[in-house]
Nanobody, 115 residues
Framework: QVQMVESGGGLVQAGGSLRLSCAAS????????MSWYRQSPGKQRELVAS???????NYSDAVKGRFAISRDNARNTVALQMNSLKPEDTAVYYC?????????WGLGTQVTVSS
């Protein structure tokens, strides 16, 4: 059973930064694309950023230039550095195994950006 646990969410003022981390169990990690998704109330869950096994990254237009995804295969972790945060970034952020097709989800961590 794949398990992923997110941490690092919280409350921050607009323009601030947060760093999310996801710790994953299992030897599968280094061979798979990992992603961060987010979901705001009343909206569909959306892909924020992904990183392939070879560390190729992809970002949504909404976060490009502000967020950075990275991975540490030795520690089975994937991180999301979020800078220049905006109130519209407020959401629950989920770590995911896979890219556009997700095979497993973390429980999520709340990020709230105040104006």
């Amino acid at each position: 059973q794949v398990q992923m646990v997110e941490s690092g969410g919280g409350l921050v003022q607009a323009g601030g930064s947060l760093r999310l981390s996801c710790a994953a169990s299992g030897s599968f990690f280094r061979y798979n694309t990992m992603s961060w998704y987010r979901q705001s109330p009343g909206k569909q869950r959306e892909l924020v950023a992904s990183i392939t096994a070879g560390s190729t990254t992809n970002y949504s237009d909404a976060v490009k230039g502000r967020f950075a995804i990275s991975r540490d295969n030795a520690r089975n972790t994937v991180a999301l550095q979020m800078n220049s945060l905006k109130p519209e970034d407020t959401a629950v952020y989920y770590c995911a195994l896979g890219g556009s097709t997700v095979r497993s989800w973390g429980l999520g961590t709340q990020v709230t950006v105040s104006s």
